[in-house]
């Protein structure tokens, strides 16, 4: 699995966003940063764009009313 993002990261992106956060609040959001960037990964292994999709639509084979 990745690795964690470290408090130092989090705060660098805090800053890089133009957000005003204290260290105290930035160190009560990386625990949840963290849980959130791991069901990312989770959800981007999931992801494969080699399988074709179970059924397509062409709007040119479909009937005019």
Sequence with gaps: MAKEITLAQL????ERSGLKLTDEEVEKLLPGVNRSHHQILELRELITDNIEPATAFAASRTKKS
């Excluded at 705060?11 to 805090?14: A, F």
């Design 11 to 14: 705060q660098m992106m805090v």
